[in-house]
């Protein structure tokens, strides 16, 4: 057994958003145990993100002005996404997705901004969660592979997760993925 197949994440938790229309803004925090640079590589990297992120690009997105192909997990077509702020290592933005990082006496404080259809935001909380739980063990150097899109839907505690997001956000628990939505 992997260590993904053997991984359940923990309870709901540094999670909040703010609602404003269809799109709402999912702001997450993790306390990293791991330097702001290092942080801030696995957060620009092609080889760190495809590691842990629910996406995958095919360059570095570390520069201001930098266009990139971003193919996000389980979507077949890249979108073109610009990096609009790359502030090392403190501010990365790019797309609807903005990073703070902060550092801190044991690490850093990591905050994600990330604007979403406001009938998955149970979802991309669960969605992120995880991870930033991979991210925290690929940083570790005890790398487990990206689990993201249907992968992480299968993971043990996946209802969960999202029931306990959906209750701390007033929201009720979606019952069809957004790829069923979006044919329908």
Known sequence: MTDAEQYTPGPARGAQVRKDGEKWTLILIRE????????????????HLREWAPFVVDGSLGAVGT???????????????????????????????RWELE?????TRLTLWHSIDRRFIAWGAAGWHICCDVL?????????????????????????????????????????????????
């Open 103 to 107: 550092a801190t006496g044991s690490g």
């Open 32 to 47: 990293l145990r791991h330097s702001p640079e290092k942080v801030w590589e696995a957060l620009t990297d092609p080889a």
């Open 136 to 184: 925290e063990r690929l940083l570790a150097g005890e790398p487990m592979g990206a689990i993201a899109g249907i992968n992480a839907m299968k993971v043990a505690g996946w209802q969960r997760l999202v029931a306990e997001y959906a209750s701390q956000f007033g929201v009720e628990t979606p019952n069809r993925s957004p790829q069923a939505v979006q044919k329908s």
């Open 67 to 97: 266009e990139v192909n971003l193919t996000w997990v389980g979507t077949p077509k890249p979108q073109e996404t610009t990096v609009t702020r790359a502030e090392a290592p403190k501010m990365l933005e790019y797309g609807d997705i």
